[in-house]
C-alpha cells in the first residue's frame, strides 16, 4: 500500500512522536510504501521512508498550520494514495490517530468564557470538526476511555467510527535481570542514600503536565521529609519558570531538570515514586513505563491511562476536580507509607500482560482494513484550510 502520514513535528523524546515513529516503521515492516509530510523533524530519519520537510513560514502558528493543510492537499493531490493518516486533527485525513485530548471539552473545561471568541479557538475547533464533525466518515484511532468518553459527549455521531487500541509500551521499558544493581548504581550517581527519597517526573511541555503542582506539593511536605526528597524531571522544555518557581518555593536546590534522555529507564528504577500531576493527557505512556518497571505513581484523572494505576493497584490517582492540597497529602503518604513495595510488586505483575505492547500492530490492522473495505484508491479532495 501507499500510505502517507502527517505530523506538525517530531523530535525524539514526546509520546505523540514516539507512536509516529512506532506506526511507521510497523507500515515499512510490513511492506507499505510510506510517505512522511512535516513542518519540522529533529533527529534521526527512518530508514526507508520518504520524509518531505515543508519549508513553510508564517506570522502566526495558526497561520503556518492553515499552509501546512494547504501545501499537503496539493502535494498529495499529486500522488496515488491509499490512505492518508493524521497524528494532528485537519482537514482531509482518512484516519486520525488521537494522539491528543479532546479540543472541545478543553475549551469548554479548562479556558475562560472569552476563549470561545478568539482566533486560535476557531481553528482548533474547525480543524477538530473536520475529523469528528457528522459529516465526516474520518476512521479514529483512540488511546484511552478518557477520549472516547470526551469525544462522545461533544460529537456523538462519531461513535461507529471510533477504534479502541491497547497500549504500545515498548518491551525495553521492562526492567532487567539486574534491575537491583541499575537502580544502586544510579542513586550512588546522583547521592542518593537510603533514607533519601527520589521522585522523578517524565514528560515532555512542563505546562500540561502540571510541574507546576508538582513543585507545590514538594514544597508542602513536612521538613523532616522534605529534606531528603530530591525531585528530578525529565522531558524537553524550557525550565526556566518553572526553576524560578522552585526557587520562591525554597527547594531549587533539591530540584534537577535533566533535558530530554534515552535512559529513563535507569531513573525509574532508581526511583521510589513517579508524580505526575498532569491537566490533561490523552493516555501518559510513562504511567505505564513507570508500572511495569516496578516504580509507584501518583498522577491525575485527567491522564487517559491513569486507569491502568487502579486497575493494577500500582499507586494513587487524585480526581477531578484537582485539588492541590488532596496532591500534596497523596505525595506525603505515599513516601512514607510501607506499601510502596506492594505497589512495586503490583505492577511488576500487571506488567506481564500482553496486551500492554501491541498498539502498532492494531493500529496498522485498522488502517489496512479500512483501505480493503474502500476498495479502491482514495480521491483526493483538496479542501478549504
Not at 75 to 98: C, E, H, S, T, W
Not at 189 to 206: K, N, P, T
Not at 274 to 291: C, F, K, M, N
Not at 364 to 377: C, D, S, T, Y
Request: net charge positive; charged share 25%; hydrophobic share 40%.
Amino acid at each position: 500500500m501507499q500510505l502517507c502520514f502527517l505530523i506538525y513535528s517530531w523530535f525524539p523524546h514526546g509520546g505523540q512522536q514516539r507512536d509516529f515513529l512506532k506506526l511507521v516503521e510497523e507500515a515499512v515492516h510490513r511492506g507499505h510504501q510510506v510517505t512522511v509530510f512535516t513542518l519540522a523533524w529533529k533527529g534521526e530519519k527512518p530508514q526507508h521512508v520518504e520524509v518531505v520537510q515543508l519549508p513553510l513560514k508564517a506570522m502566526t502558528r495558526l497561520r503556518l498550520y492553515r499552509k501546512f493543510t494547504e501545501q499537503v492537499q496539493y502535494q498529495l493531490a499529486r500522488r496515488q494514495l491509499d490512505a492518508v493518516i493524521g497524528f494532528n486533527k485537519m482537514p482531509g485525513l482518512d484516519v486520525y490517530f488521537a494522539a491528543d485530548p479532546c479540543f472541545a471539552y478543553k475549551a469548554e473545561k479548562q479556558r475562560g468564557f472569552y476563549y470561545r471568541f478568539m482566533p486560535r479557538y476557531r481553528h482548533f475547533i474547525r480543524y477538530e470538526r473536520a475529523v469528528f464533525g457528522e459529516q465526516q466518515d474520518t476512521r479514529i484511532l483512540l488511546l484511552s476511555p478518557l477520549q472516547r468518553q470526551q469525544f462522545l459527549s461533544y460529537y456523538p455521531a462519531c461513535e461507529p467510527r471510533l477504534v479502541d487500541l491497547p497500549p504500545g509500551i515498548s518491551l525495553a521499558r521492562r526492567p532487567p535481570a539486574n534491575a537491583a544493581a541499575v537502580r544502586a548504581q544510579r542513586r550512588e550517581q546522583l547521592g542518593l542514600g537510603e533514607a533519601d527519597r527520589l521522585v522523578v517526573q517524565v514528560g515532555s511541555g512542563f505546562v500540561v503536565k502540571g510541574v507546576d503542582r508538582s513543585l507545590r506539593a514538594l514544597a508542602s511536605l513536612p521538613v523532616s521529609l522534605r529534606d531528603r526528597c530530591h525531585y528530578l524531571i525529565i522531558g524537553d522544555d524550557k525550565p526556566g519558570r518553572f526553576q524560578r518557581l522552585a526557587k520562591r518555593l525554597g527547594i531549587a536546590g533539591q530540584c534537577q531538570f535533566l533535558g530530554g534522555r534515552d535512559d529513563v529507564l535507569d531513573y525509574l528504577l532508581a526511583a521510589d515514586l513517579l508524580l505526575h500531576p498532569a491537566y490533561s493527557e490523552s493516555a501518559g505512556y510513562v504511567l505505564l513505563e513507570a508500572i511495569i518497571a516496578g516504580l509507584p505513581v501518583l498522577t491525575t484523572d485527567t491522564c487517559g491511562y491513569a486507569f491502568h494505576v487502579l486497575q493494577a493497584d500500582a499507586g494513587q490517582v487524585c480526581v477531578s476536580p484537582f485539588k492541590q492540597q488532596d496532591l500534596n497529602e497523596r505525595l506525603a503518604q505515599m513516601l512514607l507509607s510501607e506499601q510502596r513495595s506492594q505497589w512495586s510488586h503490583n505492577g511488576l505483575r500487571y506488567g506481564e500482560q500482553k496486551d500492554l505492547y501491541a498498539m502498532q500492530e492494531h493500529a496498522l490492522n485498522e488502517i489496512e482494513a479500512f483501505v480493503h473495505a474502500r476498495g479502491k484508491r482514495r480521491q483526493v479532495d483538496v479542501v478549504s484550510a
